[in-house]
């Protein structure tokens, strides 16, 4: 069955630090992989995601994320915070007929 | 990108009335939506598969009675919460992905908060 899970449910950093967000997923073949970010009381917003290839890939507003098959992650990273990152964030994985499954989200909050 | 309009964005209703929500593609055609309920402070769950010109598909524990959907065009899917309670205060979010394109991006809506009182 497929899964995935976000281990950190909130998590506070400095601006200007870096940034990891953790995901791990359960998927029975080739998972197509995806970050969002939902501000308070609003939709889903893609950072990015990765089909196939490069297994580094670059999204939008300065995020990156890592597909390791080994370790059946996809971890999202920013090198220097910002306070307008300061949002809810899903890990998602998209299954046949683009249902998706999404992790519980990890909270940023970003202190001065 | 791909556009998807959620209507309302939110709405307050009084239990035991009815509230439609609609979700539309405005720029390319869907055959099948996806509805999602999320509870404060939670994620993202999955309700029922929108497929348009049949039958909804709904998730174990969904109440098809409660949660009646229509996707009557490859544009438009609709929820109707019926006999709405206040635990049926959410945010419900909508997504849909071109027709022609499997497993790609999934684009959502805005998003309906619903508050029933």
Excluded at chain 2, 61 to 76: C, Q
Aim: glycine share 8%.
């Amino acid at each position: 069955a497929q899964s995935v899970t976000q281990p950190d449910i909130h998590i506070t950093v400095s601006e200007g630090a870096s940034l990891e967000l953790r995901c791990n997923y359960s998927y029975g073949a080739t998972p197509y992989l995806f970050w969002y970010v939902q501000s308070p009381g609003q939709g889903l917003q893609l950072l990015l995601k990765y089909f196939s290839g490069d297994t580094l890939v670059q999204g939008i507003k300065g995020f990156e994320a890592e597909f390791k098959r080994s370790q059946s992650s996809f971890n999202l990273r920013k090198p220097s915070v910002h306070w307008s990152d300061a949002a809810e964030y899903f890990c998602a994985v998209g299954a046949t007929g683009n249902q998706f499954y999404f992790g519980t989200g990890t909270s940023l909050t970003v202190i001065p | 990108g791909a556009v998807v309009s959620q209507h309302p964005s939110w709405v307050i209703c009084k239990s035991g009335t009815s509230v439609k929500i609609e979700c539309r593609s405005l720029d390319f055609q869907a055959t099948t939506m996806f509805w999602y309920r999320q509870f404060p402070k939670q994620s993202l769950m999955l309700m029922a598969t929108s497929n348009e010109g049949s039958k909804a598909t709904y998730e174990q524990g969904v109440e098809k009675d409660k949660f009646l959907i229509n996707h009557a065009s490859l544009t438009l899917s609709t929820l109707t919460v019926t006999s709405a309670h206040p635990e049926d205060s959410s945010f419900y979010i909508c997504s849909a992905s071109p027709h022609y394109r499997e497993n790609t991006e999934a684009f959502f809506g805005q998003g309906t908060r619903l508050t029933v009182v």
